[in-house]
């Protein structure tokens, strides 16, 4: 079985700096791509940033510069390190695992508001 659970949103000023945290449940996580998505009220859930099992990683052109993805493999726990947050990064933010198998898992989302 298989568990993500996402940690660290909250309310916080544009400016300012948050650090969510995924923490992986099973054995997959070594094998698994990790990545962070977010999703707005009417809004799609786009890709934020990825990290592959090697240690790669991508980042939407939108948070280039301010967000940092990382893991922690002996934790099984991946971050999200959001830096000069803005109004418009405000999201539900959710943790994705994709392992070989080709299934992905899905954690419940932890909620990111960003104020004026």
């Known amino acids: 079985q298989v568990q993500l659970v996402e940690s660290g949103g909250g309310l916080v000023q544009a400016g300012g700096s948050l650090r969510l945290s995924c923490a992986s449940s099973?054995?997959?996580?070594?094998?698994?791509?990790m990545g962070w998505y977010r999703q707005a009220p009417g809004k799609q859930r786009p890709l934020v940033a990825s990290?592959?099992?090697?240690?790669?990683?991508n980042y939407a052109d939108s948070v280039k510069g301010r967000f940092t993805i990382s893991r922690d493999n002996a934790k099984n726990t991946v971050y999200l390190q959001m830096n000069s947050l803005k109004p418009e990064d405000t999201a539900v933010y959710y943790c994705r695992a994709t392992p070989w198998s080709g299934v992905d898992y899905w954690g419940k989302g932890t909620l990111v508001n960003v104020s004026s």
């Open positions: 099973g054995t997959i996580f070594r094998v698994s791509a």
């Open positions: 990290i592959t099992s090697a240690g790669s990683t």
